[in-house]
């Protein structure tokens, strides 16, 4: 079965003295708020529409029903304290708190603890990220991609292109309050980042769970990795952190792409009737930026990874604002997604940047 969405979320709230159902619905793009009088909303439906994950919140206890691969049902359930808050426009939940010390730290907050103006989008891009990393490493875990981490052997995060590491303590720090065993490396190229990092982690007094390394991503080496992080790798930067996240058998990997000049440069010679899109130059510029992140989905794809590309923050705080989020199953793929990838190559003359980074892998797949 497939979901109508990718999470909904379903409360009671006040609205003018009427008590209503407010149902908040993502496909994974945008979130859609709807309110109901409570009969004529029936929450039978959207149980029995695919959903893999119930959690049921009381003021006094929560059930937890996992369905798992079986199609059995795990329900658990643990006591919780919680106030009920009817407010409909309650203000969404931070992940992280802006007077936290790293945050002052790494400069995205002010020696107060609010977060500064010129930090406000950087803030937001690294919270939104984090808020879509969160759910899909539940999810791994859960679904037995990912083992589950311990003191021994803890989750192994990996931020490529980390500069200067919003990002990477940013994860660090939110997994943490979260009680999850993990390891955190950031990687630059650029030794200054890696020196300004590397001291803000020993001020922090984190330095044996977060480390910092000056390399380029593709000459990284002997770095173990769960999940693969990137967040504006500059253009092939990104193809280069995907095809080392893919190498290194990363079970998830989360990528928001930057610039896209590496495939602007090989469209010369255009398939008609395109040159009617092309001939303009915004629109060309943004095709192929729609073209070099779908080639990168496919990729993935054809090499065992479940993908999606998705819109992680709202276009205010960036207009590079899509991510790709992959999760690796193994799954073969038919053998026309394949043809679709090689004829979408053929029919524009490119050669993508991560093609030519996991050739051997891709031929290994069945492309030829
Ligand atoms: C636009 S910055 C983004 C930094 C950070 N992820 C953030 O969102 O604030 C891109 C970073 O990628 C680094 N970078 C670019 N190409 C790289 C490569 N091939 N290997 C390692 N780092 C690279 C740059 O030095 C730069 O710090």
């Given at each position: 079965?497939?979901?109508?969405?990718?999470?909904?979320d379903?409360?009671?709230?006040?609205?003018k003295?009427?008590?209503?159902?407010?149902?908040?619905?993502?496909?994974?793009?945008?979130?859609?708020?709807?309110?109901?009088?409570?009969?004529?909303?029936?929450?039978?439906?959207?149980?029995?529409?695919?959903?893999?994950?119930?959690?049921?919140?009381?003021?006094?206890?929560?059930?937890?029903l996992?369905?798992?691969?079986?199609?059995?049902?795990?329900?658990?359930?643990?006591?919780?304290?919680?106030?009920?808050?009817?407010?409909?426009?309650?203000?969404?939940?931070?992940?992280?708190?802006?007077?936290?010390?790293?945050?002052?730290?790494?400069?995205?907050?002010?020696?107060?603890?609010?977060?500064?103006?010129?930090?406000?989008?950087?803030?937001?891009?690294?919270?939104?990220?984090?808020?879509?990393?969160?759910?899909?490493?539940?999810?791994?875990?859960?679904?037995?991609?990912?083992?589950?981490?311990?003191?021994?052997?803890?989750?192994?995060?990996v931020?490529?292109?980390?500069?200067?590491?919003?990002?990477?303590?940013?994860?660090?720090?939110?997994?943490?309050?979260?009680?999850?065993?993990?390891?955190?490396v950031?990687?630059?190229?650029?030794?200054?980042?890696?020196?300004?990092?590397?001291?803000?982690?020993?001020?922090?007094?984190?330095?044996?769970s977060?480390?910092?390394?000056?390399?380029?991503?593709?000459?990284?080496?002997?770095?173990?990795?769960?999940?693969?992080?990137?967040?504006?790798?500059?253009?092939?930067?990104?193809?280069?952190?995907?095809?080392?996240?893919?190498?290194?058998?990363?079970?998830?990997?989360?990528?928001?792409?930057?610039?896209?000049?590496?495939?602007?440069?090989?469209?010369?010679?255009?398939?008609?009737?395109?040159?009617?899109?092309?001939?303009?130059?915004?629109l060309?510029?943004?095709?192929?930026?729609?073209?070099?992140d779908?080639?990168?989905?496919?990729?993935?794809?054809?090499?065992?990874?479940?993908?999606?590309?998705?819109?992680?923050?709202?276009?205010?705080?960036?207009?590079?604002?899509?991510m790709?989020?992959?999760?690796?199953?193994?799954?073969?793929?038919?053998?026309?997604?394949?043809?679709r990838?090689?004829?979408?190559?053929?029919?524009?003359k490119?050669?993508?940047?991560?093609?030519?980074?996991?050739?051997?892998?891709?031929?290994?797949?069945?492309?030829?």
């Open positions: 079965m497939e979901a109508p969405a990718e999470r909904v379903i409360r009671p709230v006040l609205i003295d009427d008590l209503l159902i407010q149902v908040m619905s993502n496909d994974g793009r945008a979130t859609t708020t709807k309110n109901y009088v409570p009969k004529d909303f029936s929450v039978e439906q959207l149980l029995n529409s695919g959903f893999a994950n119930i959690l049921v919140e009381t003021t006094e206890i929560e059930y937890s996992r369905i798992s691969k079986k199609g059995e049902a795990l329900v658990s359930e643990k006591k919780s304290t919680s106030t009920q808050n009817l407010d409909h426009d309650r203000k969404k939940n931070r992940l992280l708190d802006p007077s936290d010390p790293f945050l002052i730290e790494i400069g995205i907050s002010d020696k107060n603890g609010t977060v500064k103006p010129t930090r406000q989008d950087k803030f937001m891009q690294v919270e939104e990220f984090l808020r879509l990393l969160t759910p899909t490493l539940s999810a791994a875990l859960e679904a037995d991609h990912i083992a589950a981490p311990t003191s021994e052997k803890p989750l192994q995060i931020d490529l292109g980390c500069g200067h590491a919003y990002l990477t303590f940013a994860a660090h720090q939110y997994l943490r309050t979260q009680n999850m065993d993990i390891h955190v950031g990687i630059d190229v650029r030794e200054a980042s890696r020196k300004r990092n590397s001291e803000i982690a020993e001020k922090l007094g984190i330095a044996g977060i480390e910092f390394r000056a390399e380029e991503i593709a000459a990284t080496k002997n770095t173990d990795v769960n999940v693969a992080i990137a967040l504006h790798a500059c253009d092939t930067a990104t193809d280069d952190a995907l095809a080392w996240a893919v190498k290194n058998g990363a079970e998830l990997i989360l990528a928001a792409p930057c610039c896209h000049h590496d495939m602007q440069a090989q469209l010369t010679d255009i398939p008609e009737p395109w040159s009617l899109v092309t001939r303009q130059g915004i060309k510029e943004r095709l192929v930026d729609i073209m070099t779908a080639i990168r989905t496919q990729i993935l794809r054809i090499l065992g990874y479940r993908v999606e590309a998705i819109e992680f923050v709202g276009g205010e705080h960036t207009p590079r604002n899509l790709i989020r992959a999760v690796k199953t193994g799954a073969i793929v038919p053998s026309e997604e394949i043809d990838y090689t004829s979408l190559l053929a029919m524009w490119v050669k993508p940047a991560l093609a030519a980074r996991l050739a051997s892998e891709l031929a290994a797949a069945g492309v030829q």
